[in-house]
């Protein structure tokens, strides 16, 4: 599954990592690694973490450690060993495949977050009289004094008493626009408010 790349447990991490290194000629036979707590300073773990990463690179022959010596670069050959025995989990294709994965997610959840909305939109607005709180949408249009204008630049909540949860912009709907949000022609703004509201949002957009 390609959530093993996520889980994968950071000691593993650095051992892959330190592989690398040495595949990439950071490190040469012979070469000393630096001590373990320096290395849990460089990778900010604790020891006994790397002390996992060395032992796991010491089962396969890739460091040798012995007292007086510390940590020696032992074999280069063993990284493609070691790479290759995990790379089922460190492929780029398994990260492409999550992140697809979580696209189509997304995609499937925005568009039942739209449904939601036009659907409490339609609900609310047959039942409106006994809905404190009911969903409105306002077009902008190019000759209003706020277009380029932001959110929080005109001010829009405490001119209107409404709060904005969602823009349709060239047919797909922002959901929870921050307040750096501008308004641009076309744009169609999905406001939560009261009825009195409801008449100061229009005065706030047509009436100026």
Request: glycine share 6%; aromatic share 10%.
């Amino acid at each position: 599954m390609p959530n093993n790349l996520i889980m994968k447990p950071i000691y593993k991490k650095i051992a892959i990592d330190i592989t690398n290194r040495i595949l990439s000629g950071d490190y040469s036979i012979g070469d000393k690694l630096y001590g373990r707590s320096s290395l849990a300073s460089e990778y900010n773990v604790s020891p006994e973490t790397i002390r996992r990463s060395i032992t796991l690179l010491s089962d396969m022959d890739i460091v040798k450690v012995t007292k007086g010596s510390g940590i020696v670069i032992h074999s280069v050959d063993n990284c493609l060993k070691f790479i290759d025995k995990f790379k089922d989990i460190d492929s780029i294709s398994s990260i492409k495949k999550n992140i697809v994965l979580l696209l189509e997610k997304k995609k499937e959840l925005d568009k039942n977050i739209d449904s939601s909305i036009d659907e409490l939109i339609d609900y609310s607005s047959r039942f409106k009289n006994s809905n404190p709180f009911i969903p409105f949408e306002f077009e902008i249009h190019s000759e209003m004094c706020i277009i380029g204008k932001t959110i929080a630049g005109t001010k829009f909540w405490q001119n209107t008493g409404a709060t904005v949860i969602g823009i349709r912009r060239n047919g797909k709907l922002v959901l929870s626009p921050g307040p750096h949000t501008t308004f641009e022609d076309k744009d169609i703004f999905v406001v939560i408010c009261d009825e009195s509201s409801y008449y100061r949002i229009k005065n706030f957009l047509y009436g100026n």
